[in-house]
């Protein structure tokens, strides 16, 4: 039985965790914890740790790790490059899946959009990107909305800091062919939805998906804590859990 512990348990994401760990036949709620609450005695005797609060928390989330050697699934988003490379050392000694997104349906989206951006060329599509989530979240763009442009970059030969434009406003002169347009929208309780349009004269493809519940987050991380079981140390994604790479 893999012995899990949850941390943020008083937040949606947490409380979604619990539940999906408490449904999986693999897996138990060992220990749970919030902020306050002492990290390194609720670390102690699990085997994995799903953590989905806030990026600040993710170094001392690595050193308790590292510290008594557990696996990590992280769903936190929002991270700057320092707390990304503090990731990618701790799993020079530890199995770690980072991902932007858990759900299956996002992944599926993530390939599908490298698929697409290798058929629709930017010689004649233009890219754009929208992602709309609730009024609470406090990271934008999304990481899943941060994945999809950094896939978009890899296949066009873009960068994210000279060609992504983050909306537009004024006289912005003509769309060049090299920009990747990025959207943000928050509202209401929407859980999460992502769209990436490719226009072109006389047609344009969209490829979108919509989450309306936290609980296809919460399995797909809990399906990755399993997977993780067996690994040797290593950073991996949801792409490596679904053998979409």
Do not use: C
């Not at 348990?9 to 919030?34: C, F, L, Y």
């Not at 537009?168 to 769309?175: E, K, P, Q």
């Not at 990755?224 to 290593?234: H, S």
């Amino acid at each position: 039985m893999n012995r899990i512990l949850v941390t943020g348990k008083s937040g949606r994401m947490g409380q979604a965790i619990i539940a999906a760990t408490e449904a999986n036949p693999e897996t138990e709620v060992a220990v749970t914890h919030d902020a306050g609450e002492d990290l390194a005695a609720s670390i102690a005797g699990v085997d994995t740790v799903i953590d989905f609060t806030i990026h600040s928390f993710t170094k001392d989330v690595l050193e308790a790790a590292v510290k008594n050697g557990t696996r990590l699934v992280i769903g936190t988003t929002g991270h700057s490059d320092e707390e990304r490379a503090a990731i990618a050392e701790a799993a020079k000694t530890l199995p770690i899946v980072f991902a932007p997104n858990y759900s299956i349906g996002v992944n599926t989206l993530f390939w599908l959009t490298r698929k697409a951006a290798q058929i629709l060329t930017q010689d004649r599509f233009d890219i754009e990107v929208t992602e709309m989530h609730h009024r609470h979240k406090i990271d934008a763009p999304s990481g899943t909305a941060r994945r999809l442009l950094e896939i978009l970059n890899e296949e066009t030969g873009t960068t994210y800091e000279d060609d992504i434009k983050h909306g537009r406003f004024g006289i912005t002169g003509a769309r060049t062919q090299r920009e990747i347009g990025m959207h943000t929208l928050r509202g209401g309780d929407v859980v999460g939805d992502h769209t990436v349009m490719f226009a072109a004269d006389g047609e344009r493809v969209e490829l979108t998906h919509k989450a309306s519940s936290r609980m296809t987050f919460a399995a797909g991380a809990v399906r990755a804590a399993v997977w993780l079981a067996d690994k040797p140390a290593g950073l991996y994604d949801m792409q490596d859990v679904l053998g979409l790479k």
